[in-house]
């Protein structure tokens, strides 16, 4: 075996695990990319069916709990988008507070949340929250 | 006054760091031993410097003293002893402060362990360490600054978050740090290696007990955050591909490619650019793990603070330091003596094969993790890469590289025959598929079986080797044994995560009490839900019964927190742990009168995940803990 064969299979090898690993990133990336949109982004253009994450403040007095089934609203302060969940939301949510919810849009127009993610720590907005409120001109600085 | 002391020891210690990042530089070049030696003592003098600025910063926060802001903000004279030590690491100064302490531990290591290392060899090391040091001091001084004071002080600080209030979140950090840090020992020594034009084995043991100890340190530190989220996030999870998860895996991939081929250059004298890329890879992921937590860049569970001024900071030291040697290495990498050859069927072969996998699943690990942030900043929208995209991804990549485990053990090196050791492979491939068809029963996924078949062929594949050896009266050095043990490691966490992820079970209800509910064969009945109080909580603590067949299982006292200050909730589970299954109890809000929502959980395995990783750690000290080479 000499040092430049070695190499050659060495080279071949390596483009082999990194095209495997290109095609494997490639699909997955199609399939499972999840966008983000704020309530606003979904009131000029409501896309049902697709995975997707929306974030916003839990509007004040819209959370309405029956058992593990809770409804609520979540807004930008411009436009809001109603949201079904069942099962325990998590410890840190509540009204007033900025959430980041997955799912899907239903075809009534409400969002049939799979998943619902408060900030482990209270002191800080999730970052895609600010940034939605920031686009709807609703952003009042760092006070919560 | 302390606070004061403790600000110039770190402004000290930053100008020694100068110091020592340019004179022995000078003095290797001039072969000047006068000028060489200043590495050594200046890393003393940095190590006391830092220390000093550390103790003081302590010494905030076990007194409680909120003159400073960042006790202030994350300490509260109502906090347990333990937590307001660990609460120095538990915000953003102190843990870079922790990290430069960390790495100044390391700097005053060399000196003190490296006596026979060839001089120019060590100051220029110390010089690459003290260049990493000047950049975060630095970095703490001007925007991060641990000692601001406050005026006027107020009474009381603003508390710790009480999920941080956890033994296994303590100690957490401290371990995870010591991995990114140590890594940087490999780093600087592969940088100096390049300036010197010399990578031999000599170089590569002394380098990899440094990077055996730092890997050590990161499986633990993994391990502790991924035990924490399991049992105190209360949704039984043990890994969420959070890209502050993802910033731990990535210099753990690399790194654990590195342990293996810094063995090659010690064995055969071979794969040395390959070594010292992969050095500098590892420790350019430490930093970036570091900051993609520091700098906030990234929504995450664990970001602590988005200060535009710090994230352009990081970004300027990452390119200076990974630009910098990577521009070294494209000039000086192609002068490096290329060392023994050895066929592609070969243990080092099998070697170089799972390395390169090591490194590809780090890269779509970065790429994924990453990936929201170039979508954000070239405007193709917001999106977040989840555990989908990891699984079909990161998961593909890691079958082949169980199977290169299960193999490589069998074979020589330079050339392997796989006609000698054909019967021996059959063997183990045979043990593997037979254990793959033996829990087909059990259902689950497809692939179940696929991870329990791989699992028990690394198994049958680790074991092979020591017990020829053993059967042929050779005896086993620490070294073997401690691989040994941590391969098995690897085959045990397989186990646990296939457990987890194809036979757990989970309900979730409104419970009544006297409420009787079944998940995988255990029934759960709530007996009661009392008030009780804590030192700084109140809660609710649920009583079940738990039973198994008739049988009785268990009593689980599962509670839901409100801390005082700050009033927070935070959820306490109830975990019952047999070697078979974990049984596993969430109470939640209350539903009605005499009714909570509750979360049970049944899944199987989840213990072997935590033995696999202290087996990991366990091989790892075991075979650093052999001085002579075998």
Known sequence: ?144 | MIAEIGHFALTLALAVAMVQTVVPLIGAARQDNALMAVSGSAAMAQLVCVAIAFGALMHGYVTSDFSLLNVAQNSHTQKPMLYKVAGVWGNHEGSLLLWALILALFGAAVPVAGRNLPAPLRARALAVQAAIAVGFLLFILFTSNPFERLYPAPTDGAGLNPMLQDPGLAFHPPFLYLGYVGFSMAFSFAVAGLIEGRIDAAWARWVRPWTLAAWIALTLGIALGSWWAYYTLGWGGWWYWDPVENASLMPWLAGTALLHSILVVEKRESLKSWTVLLAIITFGLSLLGTFLVRSGVLTSVHAFATDPARGAFVLILLLVVVGGSLALYGLRAPALKAGGVFAPVSREGLLLFGNVLLATGAGTVLLGTLYPLIADSLDLGKVSVGPPFFNAVFLPLMAPLVLTMAAAPSLAWKRGHLARVRSRLGLIGGFGMGAGLAVLPLGGPWWAPLGIGLAAGVLAGTLAEPILRLRAGAGLSRRQIGMTAAHLGVALVIVGMVGEGAWSSEAVQNQSIGQTVTVGGYSFALNAVEPVKGPNYTADRADFDVTQANRAFARMAPERRVFTVPPRPATVAAIRSTPLTDVYAVIGEAAGPNTWITRLYVKPLVIWLWIGALMMAGGGLLSLSQRKRS
Not at chain 1, 124 to 134: F, I, N, Q, R, T
Request: glycine share 12%; hydrophobic share 40%.
């Open chain 1, 1 to 144: 075996m000499t040092r430049k064969r070695r190499r050659l299979y060495f080279v071949l090898l390596g483009m082999l695990v990194l095209g495997g690993a290109t095609a494997l990133v490639l699909t997955a990336l199609k399939d499972n990319l999840v966008y983000f949109y704020s309530p606003s982004d979904l009131a000029a253009k409501a896309v049902a069916g697709r995975r997707m994450r929306i974030g916003g403040l839990v509007e004040e007095g819209s959370v309405v709990k029956d058992g593990t089934q809770a409804r609520f609203k979540v807004t930008d302060l411009a436009h809001d988008v109603g949201v079904r969940y069942t099962g325990v939301l998590p410890d840190l949510f509540r009204e007033g507070q900025g959430v980041v919810i997955e799912g899907r849009l239903g075809t009534d127009g409400v969002f049939d949340a799979s998943e619902v993610l408060a900030k482990h720590d209270e002191k800080y907005m999730p970052k895609d929250v600010a940034d939605s409120l920031k686009k709807a001109g609703q952003w009042k600085g760092e006070a919560r």
